[in-house]
């Protein structure tokens, strides 16, 4: 069974999923979320089709081909020009990562019947997604982003997908609090310090789990917010997103929104899996990682401008609409700024669109006239606590966590 056929409903239940947002008054959300399933030419894609690349493997062979770069079968990466202009990215547009194969579709014939073990709490007991409904519902739109968006940047060029700007989306999940499961099961046991999520992924024979399951573990105040989702976009989270239940941590980046969630454990340590341990590691140049350097957990403030981008060729001297998109991490973003000459002179641009909360990124647009010749065009956010996206990269060796302002810059022509 293809996934297409297994994970992605008709346009009369999408339509259903709409309506039922709207009529729960999340009319901000529901509004934003106009056109999801549309096909990208109705705006979202650019006016000339980008060559054609890799084909779409076949698990996603649902998504928009205009919209996708595919490095490899497991990276597939949003073009900038994609982004569009509604705030909520469309799940044919969204990246793809997968640290395994992604699972056989047949996981999500019965998504109601997806068991998750709930650990680390004084009444631990077994789940379905059945029965996680019926203990409670919120829904929220975070920023999920790769760890690695922008290592394409680094000059040192560090394994791993050289990711520019679009392994990253602002997307609508809807589940139950991690915090109502707690609560449902007893509340947490004594000392326990971490959160931790289990992936469902079928993992290799013959090799030690724990050199390549995903296994992630975050500090437990991150359980204030999280949720188990079973929902994205107001429809059935797809099997290339990690239906039919993943683990939303909002503000943190994507590797710890384990997918396909079998598993989620309340722990005195961290997990002592080789992704925990070793992997996601802020790691000095040259070094490998080690459980004494910082984990990729928390995401940074962040901004970038999609439009005009050189893919769109040479534009015309006159008044220019800049485009673009920021967030704040864990903190709610509060403003941003454009230079058009490169950072010698800035001004503030507007937000556009609905507020989504602090988890979510803003829209902004500035206008400005641009003459003849080379621009170089570039933005920098502020998040609520005051923390400015900064103008360098911090080096490290995976190439992680950058949100260098002079790294995402565009270079533009005008005639």
Not at 280 to 292: A, V, W
Not at 303 to 308: C, D, E, G, Q, V
Request: positive net charge; aromatic residues 6%.
């Amino acid at each position: 069974m293809s996934e297409k056929n297994a994970s992605l409903p008709s346009d009369t239940t999408i339509n259903t999923a709409r309506r039922r947002l709207m009529a729960g008054g999340a009319t901000a959300i529901a509004a934003s979320m106009t056109g999801l399933a549309r096909a990208a030419s109705t705006g979202n894609a650019p006016a000339t089709p980008p060559a054609p690349g890799k084909p779409l493997p076949p698990y996603v062979a649902w998504k928009d081909p205009n919209a996708m770069i595919v490095h490899t079968g497991n990276t597939l990466e949003t073009r900038r020009s994609a982004f569009g202009s509604s705030i909520i990215t469309p799940s044919e547009q969204l990246y793809v990562r997968n640290n395994l194969p992604a699972p056989d579709a047949s996981i999500v014939a019965d998504r109601d019947g997806w068991e998750i073990a709930v650990e680390g709490v004084k009444n631990p007991r077994t789940l379905t997604v059945k029965e996680l409904k019926t203990l409670g519902l919120e829904t929220m739109a975070t920023v999920l982003q790769c760890s690695g968006n922008g290592r394409g940047y680094f000059p040192s060029k560090p394994s791993g997908t050289a990711w520019q700007v679009g392994a990253a989306g602002c997307v609508v999940w809807s589940g139950v609090p991690v915090r109502v499961v707690v609560e449902a099961l007893g509340g947490m046991v004594d000392g326990a310090a971490y959160m931790t999520g289990t992936g469902g992924e079928k993992l290799p024979d013959g090799i030690d789990p724990k050199s390549v399951m995903v296994e992630r573990s975050v500090p437990r105040s991150a359980m204030a917010d999280a949720l188990l989702a079973w929902e994205m976009n107001g429809v059935p989270i797809p099997l290339a997103h990690g239906g039919p239940l993943r683990l939303i941590v909002p503000g943190y980046s994507g590797v710890n929104n384990i997918k396909y969630v079998r598993r989620l454990a309340f722990t005195t340590e961290q997990t002592d899996a080789a992704i925990q341990r070793t992997g996601y590691r802020i790691s000095p140049p040259g070094q490998k990682g080690d459980p004494s350097q910082p984990s990729v957990w928390e995401m940074n403030v962040k901004s970038w401008i999609n439009s005009p981008a050189p893919e769109g060729g040479p534009l015309s001297a006159g008044l220019v609409q800049v485009k673009g998109v920021a967030f704040g991490g864990v903190h709610a973003v509060q403003g941003v700024e454009v230079s058009v000459d490169g950072g010698k002179t800035w001004q503030a641009a507007k937000f556009v669109g609905p507020d989504l909360g602090r988890y979510a990124w803003r829209q902004f647009v500035l206008p400005v006239k641009l003459s003849a010749g080379t621009h170089t065009l570039a933005c920098r956010a502020t998040d609520a606590k005051g923390n400015r996206q900064p103008e360098e990269r911090m080096e490290n060796a995976a190439g992680y966590n950058n949100t260098s302002w002079r790294d995402h810059a565009l270079t533009i022509q005008v005639v």
